[in-house]
């Protein structure tokens, strides 16, 4: 599949512990987005990473990207009941002329208060 | 919260039905698209447009049409609903640029009975 592998499935912590999930793909790409989706909702976009960056922070977010490994890690600090989720890794695919983004399957985090 | 919204958020509707999903942004984005997502699993593209009168399918095979008459409209539309089009469909749009982040609406969830 060209869609990649996000693990683990899901994640469960207590509040104040930090969660990482990681995203593997298999296609070179553009750039990497996470997205994060509450219960029956839509995402709401988180980061973007471009493919000549290593890293990227955004509040209590910080993104790797590993484009030798083609891999990505999402790591939320000091993690809060409200960050429960799921989480989305999503990557523009290099190639001329396409704006569409490859979704992965997802890392389901529950934060226990 | 993104300007893009989705009518109606639920709908139960028997077998043979005709269903149109409707979808509107007010950002004046060029890029939209329409996602299909099954509980807990990841989204797949079903259609996409990257302006008025373009319209094109996504990578997952669906029965549904869109259409795209104006920038802010992006309607889908079954003819004869069946129980296998049980799922949420999400709207989402994008500005200039490639590979930018997508916007998404809260989402339908549809159930053919």
């Known amino acids: 599949s060209q869609q990649g592998e996000e693990d683990p499935q899901a994640l469960s912590i207590q509040e104040g512990e930090n969660a990482t999930m990681n995203c593997s793909y298999k296609?070179?790409?553009?750039?990497l987005q996470w997205y994060r989706q509450n219960s029956g909702r839509g995402l709401v976009h988180l980061i973007l990473?471009?493919?000549?960056?290593r890293e990227k922070h955004s509040g209590r977010l910080r993104v790797t990207l590993d484009t030798s490994k083609k891999s990505s890690s999402l790591l939320i600090t000091a993690s809060r009941a409200a960050d429960t989720a799921s989480y989305f890794c999503?990557?523009?695919?290099?190639?001329?002329?396409?704006?569409?983004?490859?979704f992965g399957k997802g890392t389901k985090l529950s934060v226990i208060p | 919260e993104a300007d893009i919204y989705q009518t109606p958020r639920y709908l139960v509707i028997g077998t043979g039905k005709k269903i149109t999903l409707e979808c509107s942004q007010t950002?004046?984005?060029?890029?939209m698209y329409w996602y299909q997502q099954d509980p807990g699993m990841e989204l797949h593209l079903i259609h996409y447009?990257?302006?008025?009168?373009?319209?094109e399918k996504g990578d997952l095979s669906s029965e549904s049409t869109v259409s795209r008459i104006r920038t802010e409209h992006f309607p889908l539309t079954l003819e004869s609903a069946r129980p296998s089009h049980t799922s949420q469909y999400l709207c989402?749009?994008?500005?200039?640029?490639?590979?930018?982040?997508?916007?998404f609406g809260p989402g339908t969830r549809l159930t053919v009975t």
């Open positions: 989402a749009s994008s500005g200039q640029g490639r590979g930018v982040e997508q916007y």
């Open positions: 296609t070179s790409i553009n750039n």
């Open positions: 990473i471009r493919s000549n960056e």
């Open positions: 999503a990557r523009l695919n290099s190639g001329a002329g396409s704006y569409q983004l490859t």
């Open positions: 950002m004046g984005h060029d890029k």
């Open positions: 447009s990257y302006g008025v009168n373009s319209t």
